[in-house]
């Protein structure tokens, strides 16, 4: 029996607090009924007011004034310089031992002296009030009975702890809609007074680690540290401002500003009492499996809150992360995304989605310093992480980003605002863009910017010939380099003698739907894409790849070694997320631009809310361009003839080569053509038959593709020539 009752307390560890709320609820309500009677105009209660006032300055004391005012300075100073709990308790109990002597020992005097104040029930409640004790010690102890029901109620509840919570967000709202914006009383007494109360209202960026370290024992420390929330301040925004009224093309070209764009909507900050009724879960919910662990600071994001976790002494960080999906039913959330531990701090993260997320626009990223005061070339912004960070890249020392994720989590937008960072800070002159879009629709209206080499591809069959047009700029400008002497397009432009006709611009290439080429010509846009990732840094050519289909048929093994830097979006299955970044974690990401992202410069992803660009935006943008006139595009001849590297270029040729095959592996066989000619098997079969035809093959053996070889290297070499062609050709 005694065991059930201690398990039953350990299932309900609120039901003493609710038991001290009720009690105290119950005596608030007693004495607010009997203050609060209708006033009738010939009732005695009429000159209750000033009754109060009179009786009151009778029985306080000058002393008891004094010792009442010093206890409220005292607990005030207490808030202010400690934050502490228990100066929270001093300002409590000194304000109400004002309220006792104010009121209650008024009331009693008033119901006991017969002048009928308060009505039936002040009578009765004055009656048995002073029939117990005398007045002028009735009061003080009622109101001090229900201080110290209430503080009971909240020591002893988290429950309670979290109603006040919700009240003060209800107090916070109100407070907004009248006109003050301020997130906490905190923040509205350090705007208006200069008292700051907490870490509310600063820069996350310039802020220093929290006080307090994480203790031995959190649950053995009585005072320990409260919850530190911080609130994120708005960066202060360096705009510069285009003077588009004077362009001229002899002039020279003009960037557009961020002023072009769509300002960025005013962000709803996440309440306080939200943070802390969060937090209350995540410590009870944890506490039930007996993992003991203190939240100790709150970082809210636009998408994600992140909750940083103290584990106690002995407590592995394998016992928190193995029960998220609790912690995601405890919440109501729909997913929870557990950083083990935070990169540089001695701390759990517990990411939790708001239930309010904020849109992260483009034009607010190239307003911050940390866009505009960044030195590094072709920087993009990438979006905001979990502590409201611009986080800013550059793409010259990424040096290929690599996409990945599902239909509908961001792809797309995430292409139009990085493209639309490029735009907004480098001329034609400097950059130079390609872009291939086989879905015809995300990248065609950019046909009017006149940074582009060629037309917007569209189809899969362009592409391979511009991708070895893309190897051939890139073999001449590695000649340009050795001519020079210089070993990088940077060290090459900033040559002092060089004119400006002959410096080289950035090349950005850009694919929307990798998967789509990869389904056409498997083996010439891996072997392209591949080649350019390895040797095209140098010489200022940069890849951006995207797909919807993070399978290992579209993002082989070749392309992840040549892409260190990788953007996975929301995905299906923890395989998907391993495909892109080779770990789990973009399962569990919420979508609409919720990403992480993983580069050589960082061992961990980093979780970014992804920049959004509207149709405005874009459309401002090329207009922008537009109407500055246009370049010189590569002429479609010289693409066409641009050979593939590395393949052969026309019929004979690869002829030639099978033959090679298979005269030097003394066998022939579809498969063998395809590994070492790269081709698809449709290819490799019209070779395997001519080869036959030829007599250089013979027929197959048995159930085997294999075929034997008839004529040696020598004969194969003069019989080389297609069946189809006519022997003098």
Known sequence: MARAKLAARRRHPDRTGAWFAIASAASTVLIIAALALPILPDHPLARFPADVFVLTLGRASVPAMLLLLLLSAAGTAAVILQRHLVGALQVSLALGLIVALATFEAVA?????????????????????????????AGPLTGLAALALAGGALLASTWARGQLGRLGALTIDAGRSAGQRSTSLADWLNARFGVKLDDGDFDPGEAEPIDAAPPAAPAETEDAPELVIKQPAFEKQAVVAADTDSVDEQAGWVCPGPEQLEAPMRRERVSHGEITENASIIEKTLANFKVDVRVVE???????????????????????????????????????????????????GLEIPNRDPSVVTIRELLESPQFSDNPEPLKIALGKDVADHAQVRSLARMPHLLIAGSTGSGKSVFLNSLLVSLLSQYT??????????????ELVPYNHVPHLLMPVVSTPAEAVPVLAWVQQ??????????????????????????????????????????????????????????????????????????????????????????????????????????????????????????????????GKSVRVQGAFSSDDDITQIINFWA???????????????APLVGTPVDDASLYHEAVNVVTQFNYASPALLQRELKLGAGKAADLIDKLAANGIIGPREGDSASRPVLADRDSAAVAAKPADQPANA
């Open 428 to 441: 034609p002159d400097d950059l130079r863009m390609v872009l291939i879009d086989p879905k015809m629709v």
């Open 298 to 348: 709150a970082i809210p994001g636009p998408v994600v809150t992140q909750y940083c976790i103290a584990p106690a002494a002995g407590v592995r960080v394998t016992h928190i992360t193995r029960h998220a999906d609790d912690l995601a039913l405890a919440l109501s959330a729909r997913s929870v995304r557990i950083e083990s531990p935070i990169p540089g701090r001695p701390f759990v």
């Open 627 to 641: 109407n500055q006139g246009s370049s010189e595009h590569v002429s479609q001849e010289e693409i066409s003839q």
């Open 109 to 137: 005097d008033l119901s006991s002296g017969g002048s009928g104040a308060g009505g039936l029930v002040g009578n009765w409640f004055g009656g048995r009030l002073t029939a117990l004790l005398p007045d002028v010690i």
């Open 473 to 602: 700029e890139m073999t001449r400008r590695y000649r340009l380099l050795r001519d020079s002497g210089r070993r990088n397009i940077a060290a090459y432009n900033s040559d002092p003698d060089r004119p400006e006709s002959e410096r080289v611009p950035y090349l950005v290439v850009v694919v929307d739907e990798m998967a789509d080429l990869m389904m056409t010509a498997p083996a010439e846009i891996e072997h392209s894409i591949c080649r350019l990732a390895q040797l095209a840094r140098a010489v200022g050519i940069h890849l951006v790849i995207a797909t919807q289909r993070p399978s290992v048929d579209v993002i082989t093994g070749l392309i992840k070694a040549n892409f260190p830097s990788r953007v996975a979006f929301a995905v299906s299955s923890q395989v998907d997320s391993r495909t892109i970044l080779d770990q789990s974690g973009a399962e569990k990401l919420m979508g609409r631009g919720d990403m992480l992202f993983n580069s050589v410069e960082h």
